[in-house]
């Protein structure tokens, strides 16, 4: 699904030169829940902007679904990004001005779709987080917890292939944290691939396979471990 | 100043706001001061005394259906009827409107037989009333005496003996001593006319003339064969105009019914002649009062966006111990900086702009003091804007440091 | 894609409602205030003859004193003498000639209720018509014998014939003109240009003549001009004969010809004359005419003065102005946007999709502040009409090709106004904004 080959990213500014990513490289199969774990400033976030065609990297190559992406133009990214990702952020990143409905429907706007076809698809990713009845709502009248399931929702109804999630449950209480994470749980059984960032080791331990960064590297733990499995593939 | 350091950063940061800032400025002093000049000069324009009771004036101009008419029988039963309306102070007939825009003008002489050198005049055709009822002021000698009146024709060139002159037009033709006395002479024309008389002011016919104030006035009546016409200057007691204004065509027409009659105020003819510079006045200064107010707008809109922005730096500010005071007087100092350069990129703007205007459009030269004015204005106006959101960035509390956003 | 933008865009605005109003006047008065200007400037320089402009020229003469040129730009008279523009009349090179000038007289009729009134009369040869294209609604102009000999025959203007006849073929019916009867010959159509090219000396914008009169009758009645009358010497005239045969210009001439060699002709034919003058002792300035085209003319005479010119450029660096405020506001307003930005972008939306969205609000702006600088140049130009006390009234208003430039300005400005921030919302990196503080 997602295959990263010595990846490099690194920021300039007028002054320094940091390097986010050094020589990353990761797959990730079809269907796998990958957490990602490490420090603050390990290059976690840089990674998955790299992963979700926000950022381009600076060297190495980078496959999303068989497809090498480094060449890409913009307008052919946000297509890619459009289609085959969805986003969850810690924060929500709902779009405070539009109700539930029509947050759900800026990335079917993009994709193209008829009313009829957008009005299906956002009325039935409703349902599924349980939240067909505030359709009208703004985003601050929800909990925290509700947010999140809208966003959720949001990342769902284009129906992506692989589910990018940025500390989904940083801003919430451990109740909530936990019925989000059951959600993302219940999509990955339907065959959605996950990565997801945190700092909860407990939920990292619920993926089917953890990796750490660390200085803008897999750790050499995870390193190792990825050339065993390249090398019996 | 400890400040300015970490307030050029911070402009450095925000470069093209604050450039924005500065380039309306500088436009705006551009055409501010540009404006402002145009402005004056012709507000003293319009301001010049004219010598005359403009407002209290009242003019009639008629035209007998039929040629064939006795016009000085006419005149005099027409003024002695206008004498008798109550609230009229005195009449008399003009061969043409003061400050109307249309007039007759000639060259005049101190010298006979002159072809060049001479000055240029309004001439007057009119009667012995005229000094009252237009309201001049004798400054000098003596007005005409009936026995003096003739009658002229466009035909008949019988030029008058004596002649009463403006001051203006007596000290061209007889710079530093009295004219009184003396002689003027018209174009390649030895006849001499005795000056008998000198009139303060009286600013002719064309507003906008380079020798405005030129006016000269013979006793005459002037009738136009074949195609006759008259003029009359109506002067009545102040407040008393719109009053007897209206009863001045019915009383004409009933005495003589077969002309055409059309009534005017001095003061409309003169509004009239000044119309087109009283809309550049009015125009201008829409555009100057609308520019600032846009400017001022914008600035309030754009330090208040800018300020929200730094909300929690001014909080953490406040928080290290900035007082309120410090932290007004940051946002100030930067808008100063920031209206500084505008003025400065407008000063210069501004004379180039006036170049052009001057070569151009024979508009006025812009002086250094109108400009540093309005530049002051300016400044006075960006800080004033600033003050608002500078003033609430100052009482913003302390919290904000620890809040998120 | 577009309807979507355009609702977030209507979404937006009212979001932010002090913000979006103080742009939206800011494009309204910027515009308001230049097509003001604009629209008097293009109405003042509208040609009525542009039809016939290569064709038609007006005649100017040198005949001016030896010392001093005559006090315009183009250093000559802008009327000829009655002696010279009965000499040009003579010469049959031109397809048509119009000698003329303004009068005025007055109307009065026998046992009728009208009282009289003083009409403005144009006294002027009969190809006056045919010349400037104006059309007859009935009857025709008087024979060519009247421009020389005197014969008592007007055309009225539809104007006149309405308040004389009630607009009914008045063709050979009479008419008491300064208490004497004359003929109607034919009643023009209405015809009113404005600026009046063909007669700017007498006030540009002006209503045309309520009256035309052969040019035949000046002996007979001792017709003097109600236009200029200038000199550069003072001469005796003794009897009206003697000013026709004076050097005082007072006589409007323009010509029709209809190709360069008809062109030349003519012009050899004024140097024949003014050579004929010279020896006469006339013309002592170095020989000099003019055969000036509508549009230069137009030019020339400075209808658009440069009060005007001030004021066209004025208002377009005070629209200038307001761009840059809303340069400045939709900035700020982009910017505080930005993490919505960064969501559509992490959502699909390509940075040419997240251009257009903010283009497309800007775009809005424009369109409200036109339709309100619209009404803001209808308020200005009833302001101008007030100022110049009428005289403006055939000029100070809009036609729709003034409407469309409104509008059409008002978008242009802010799609200007809003290129810049929309480009830089669109290049913001989304990253930043996605992650929490």
Redesign the interface.
């Known amino acids: 699904m997602l295959k990263m080959q010595s990846i490099r990213k690194s920021y300039r500014t007028d002054t320094i030169e940091t390097h986010a990513l050094r020589d990353f490289s990761l797959e990730v199969a079809e269907g796998e829940f990958v957490s990602v774990t490490g420090p603050s400033g390990s290059g976690k976030?840089t990674f998955l902007?790299i992963a979700?065609l926000?950022?381009t990297p600076t060297g190495g190559q980078y496959l999303l679904d068989g497809q090498d992406v480094s060449n890409l133009n913009?307008?052919e990214?946000?297509?890619l990004?459009?289609?085959k990702i969805g986003?969850i952020?810690?924060?929500f990143?709902?779009?405070p001005?539009?109700n539930l409905f029509d947050n759900i429907d800026?990335?079917l706007?993009?994709?193209g779709f008829n009313a009829k076809e957008r009005k299906k698809r956002i009325e039935k990713v409703l349902e599924q987080v349980g939240l067909s009845a505030r359709a009208k709502h703004l985003p601050a009248q929800l909990s925290g917890g509700q947010q999140q399931r809208v966003a959720i929702a949001?990342a769902l109804a284009?129906e992506p292939r692989f589910l990018l999630a940025?500390?989904p449950t940083?801003?919430l209480d451990s109740l909530m944290a936990r019925q989000v994470m059951e959600l993302l749980e219940f999509i990955n059984e339907w065959g959605t691939t996950i990565v997801m960032v945190t700092h909860d080791p407990d939920l990292a331990r619920r993926a089917h396979r953890n990796i750490q960064v660390v200085d803008g590297q897999l750790s050499d733990l995870q390193r190792a471990h990825v050339v065993a499995e390249a090398a019996n593939a | 100043m400890l400040e300015l350091r970490p307030i050029l950063s911070a402009l450095w940061r925000n470069k093209i706001a604050a450039l924005l800032i500065a380039l309306q400025l500088a436009l705006t002093l551009a055409i501010v001061s540009n404006a402002s000049v145009i402005v004056g000069e012709r507000s003293e324009k319009i301001a010049r005394p004219t010598g005359m009771a403009v407002e209290d004036i009242i003019t009639v101009f008629f035209q007998p259906v039929s040629q064939n008419y006795d016009m000085p029988a006419a005149v005099s039963a027409d003024l002695e009827l206008l004498r008798n309306i109550p609230g009229v102070l005195q009449a008399t007939h003009s061969n043409h409107f003061p400050l109307s825009g249309s007039g007759s003008a000639s060259q005049y002489y101190n010298k006979p037989n002159q072809e060049t050198g001479g000055e240029a005049a309004n001439y007057y055709q009119t009667n012995p009333d005229f000094i009252e009822a237009l309201g001049l002021k004798l400054a000098e000698g003596r007005n005409f005496e009936v026995s003096e009146m003739q009658i002229a024709s466009i035909n008949e060139n019988r030029d008058s003996n004596v002649v009463i002159i403006t001051k203006q037009f007596a000290e061209t033709l007889y710079p530093g001593e009295s004219a009184v006395g003396k002689y003027l002479y018209g174009d390649r024309s030895s006849h001499p006319i005795e000056i008998i008389g000198v009139v303060e002011r009286h600013l002719g016919a064309w507003v906008s003339w380079s020798r405005a104030g030129n006016a000269v006035f013979f006793p005459e009546l002037f009738l136009a064969e074949g195609n006759l016409f008259m003029r009359y200057l109506i002067r009545t007691e102040p407040g008393q105009r719109d009053a007897v204004l209206k009863q001045i065509e019915a009383k004409l027409s009933e005495r003589d019914p077969q002309r055409v009659i059309e009534v005017e105020t001095l003061e409309e003819e003169k509004n009239q002649s000044y119309a087109r510079d009283n809309t550049m006045i009015k125009v201008l200064a829409a555009v100057m009062a609308l520019l600032t107010f846009i400017i001022a707008l914008g600035i309030v809109g754009l330090t208040s966006f800018w300020i929200n922005q730094r909300r929690k730096q001014i909080g953490v500010r406040r928080a290290l111990g900035a007082t309120r005071a410090a932290i007004g007087r940051y946002f100030l100092l930067e808008n100063c900086m920031i209206a500084g350069t505008g003025i400065a990129l407008g000063m210069a703007a501004a004379q180039i702009a006036n170049g052009v205007m001057v070569e151009s459009f024979k508009q006025p030269a812009l002086p250094m003091s109108v400009m540093l004015t309005c530049a002051l204005i300016l400044l006075g106006v960006s800080l004033a804007a600033a003050l608002v959101p500078a003033l609430r960035a100052a009482n913003t509390s302390p919290a904000m440091a620890t809040r998120n956003v | 894609?577009f309807g979507?933008y355009f609702s977030l865009a209507m979404?937006?605005l009212r979001?932010t409602p002090v913000m979006s109003a103080l742009m939206i006047a800011a494009i309204a008065v910027g515009v308001g205030a230049s097509m003001t200007t604009l629209t008097l400037n293009y109405m003042m320089s509208q040609n009525a003859l542009q039809h016939k402009d290569q064709v038609l020229y007006a005649v100017q003469l040198d005949s001016w004193g030896a010392e001093n040129a005559a006090n315009n730009d183009s250093q000559m008279p802008w009327e000829l003498s009655y002696r010279d523009a009965t000499a040009l009349l003579r010469s049959d090179i031109p397809v048509r000639q119009v000698a003329m000038h303004r009068w005025g007289g007055t109307v009065s009729q026998e046992n009728s209720e009208l009282r009289p009134f003083t009409a403005d009369i144009r006294v002027t040869t009969a190809d006056f018509f045919a010349l400037f294209d104006i059309p007859f609604i009935h009857g025709g102009t008087w024979n060519k014998e009247a421009d020389t000999n005197p014969q008592r025959q007007v055309v009225l203007s539809k104007a006149t014939n309405e308040k004389l006849f009630n607009g009914e073929n008045s063709v050979g019916r009479t008419i008491n003109l300064s208490g004497e009867p004359y003929t109607v010959m034919g009643v023009i159509e209405h015809w009113n240009p404005s600026p009046k090219v063909h007669d700017l000396n007498n006030g540009a914008f002006n209503d045309s003549a309520d009256i035309y009169l052969p040019f035949g009758l000046h002996r007979q009645l001792q017709i003097y001009s109600w236009g200029n009358t200038n000199g550069w010497k003072s001469e005796d005239i003794e009897s009206y004969e003697d000013f026709l045969n004076s050097h005082y210009v007072w006589i409007q001439y323009w010509v029709e010809l209809e190709n360069s060699q008809q062109k030349k002709d003519y012009e050899n034919f004024l140097t024949a004359y003014i050579q004929s003058q010279k020896a006469e002792g006339r013309y002592p300035r170095p020989l000099k005419f003019g055969l000036t085209q509508p549009s230069e003319w137009l030019v020339v005479n400075e209808v658009l003065s440069d009060d005007n010119r001030v004021l066209g450029w004025l208002s377009l660096a005070f629209l200038l102005v307001c761009v840059i405020n809303a340069v400045a506001l939709l900035l700020a307003k982009f910017l505080r946007k930005a993490?919505?930005a960064?969501?559509?972008?992490?959502?699909?939306?390509?940075?040419?999709?997240i251009f257009s969205q903010h283009l497309m609000e800007s775009g809005c702006i424009g369109l409200i502040g036109g339709i309100a600088g619209i009404l803001l140049t209808v308020a200005g130009l009833s302001g101008i009409r007030l100022l110049q006390m009428g005289r403006f009234d055939n000029i100070a208003s809009m036609d729709w090709v003034m409407v469309l430039a409104a509008i059409g300005l008002a978008i242009v400005a802010s799609l200007l106004a809003g290129l810049y921030p929309a480009w830089r919302i669109s290049r913001t990196?989304?990253?930043i904004y996605?992650?929490?503080q």
């Open positions: 976030t902007n979700g926000l950022e913009d307008r990214r946000s297509r990004r459009n289609e986003f952020f810690q924060g990143n709902l779009i001005d539009l800026v990335p706007r993009y994709r949001r284009g940025d500390e940083g801003n | 894609m979507y979404r937006s979001s993490p919505e960064g969501v559509r972008r992490a959502l699909g939306a390509s940075r040419g999709a990196n989304p990253s996605l992650k929490t």
